[in-house]
């Protein structure tokens, strides 16, 4: 399991977010995408994208994490 972590941060609007992204086989043969994401020191809200290979939920996830980066989020 990969995990990803990125956040952001903008002082002078009180904007601390985080994203992360998991990508995990299910016991369907398939893979999932588990993305989360909310403010810093709360629960974030989660979600779930089925793909049919692994080489199909890393290509969303690389894509996803491409638009976060373009947005000012940072890996951790």
């Known amino acids: 399991m990969n995990r990803i972590y990125l956040e952001y941060h903008d002082d002078e609007q009180n904007k601390h977010r985080f994203y992360q ?5 299910t016991l369907f043969d ?10 810093i ?6 979600k ?8 199909l939920a890393d290509l969303s996830c690389h894509k996803l994490i491409t638009q976060k980066e373009k947005k000012g989020y940072i890996k951790l």
């Open 48 to 55: 779930k994208d089925w793909f049919e290979t692994e080489a």
């Open 21 to 25: 992204l998991f990508i995990v086989p």
């Open 30 to 39: 398939d893979w999932s995408l588990v993305r989360e994401w909310g403010r």
């Open 41 to 46: 020191g709360s629960p974030g809200t989660v």
